[in-house]
T-cell receptor, first 115, second 113 residues
Framework: ETGVTQTPRHLVMGMTNKKSLKCEQH?????MYWYKQSAKKPLELMFV???????ENNSVPSRFSPECPNSSHLFLHLHTLQPEDSALYLC??????????????FGNGTRLTVT | DAKTTQPTSMDCAEGRAANLPCNHS???????VYWYRQIHSQGPQYIIH???NNETNEMASLIITEDRKSSTLILPHATLRDTAVYYC??????????????FGKGTKLTVNP
């Protein structure tokens, strides 16, 4: 079982809906990430939080709004999405500030379909 | 970060060694080579990383050429569960910073019975 849990696993929403994706990590890490994986495209980094502060925002449209209330939880709030936003949304965590390399640990993603 | 080039796809027979190549001819002295894989319907999984020496762990071995312009990931006895997309990433380590790895398209490895 992965140490990073994402819910829901699948989500279908209309363009006018508001929904949230949830991620929880049980690894004691202090950094969390949102990635987007569209069909036949490489993973794209969306947001990075380190010590609950957003340190990266890769020109993501404002219809995606992240929230990191503590080091174990990460949310992605969605509103007025477009069909092209349909993708697999992956959450990951790692431990910042350690000596040596701290790999990214990924959840299994939320498969989002926007109709 | 240096660019990497990987074959789009490879096949391997079950029980044989799978050798996945990666070219990174523009790698600089402080950049490491990382390997992740993504099994269908799962998130990516870390495999191994190295700087210039060969590395081995319980999952795989990483062979880096002396000039560091290319590397090979070796799965010594491939199983059907090793069927996945394998990503080779080159990046400098972030001391005290967050990992902002950039994933390419990777190599789709199919292990055949």
């Amino acid at each position: 079982e992965t140490g990073v849990t994402q819910t829901p696993r699948h989500l279908v929403m209309g363009m006018t809906n508001k929904k949230s994706l949830k991620c929880e990590q049980h690894l004691g890490h202090n950094a969390m990430y949102w990635y987007k994986q569209s069909a036949k495209k490489p993973l794209e980094l969306m947001f990075v939080y380190s010590l609950e502060e957003r340190v990266e925002n890769n020109s993501v449209p404002s219809r995606f709004s992240p929230e990191c209330p503590n080091s174990s939880h990460l949310f992605l709030h969605l509103h007025t999405l477009q069909p092209e936003d349909s993708a697999l949304y992956l959450c990951a965590s790692s431990q910042d500030g350690t000596r040596g390399y701290s790999p990214l640990h990924f959840g299994n993603g939320t498969r989002l379909t926007v109709t | 970060d240096a660019k990497t080039t990987q074959p789009t796809s490879m096949d391997c027979a079950e029980g044989r060694a799978a050798n996945l190549p990666c070219n990174h001819s523009t790698i600089s002295g402080n950049e490491y080579v990382y390997w992740y894989r993504q099994i269908h319907s799962q998130g990516p999984q870390y495999i191994i990383h190295g700087l210039k020496n060969n590395e081995t762990n319980e999952m795989a071995s990483l062979i880096i050429t002396e000039d560091r312009k290319s590397s090979t990931l070796i799965l010594p006895h491939a199983t059907l569960r090793d069927t996945a997309v394998y990503y080779c990433i080159v990046r400098a380590t972030t001391q005290g910073g967050s990992e902002k790895l950039v994933f390419g398209k990777g190599t789709k490895l199919t292990v055949n019975p």
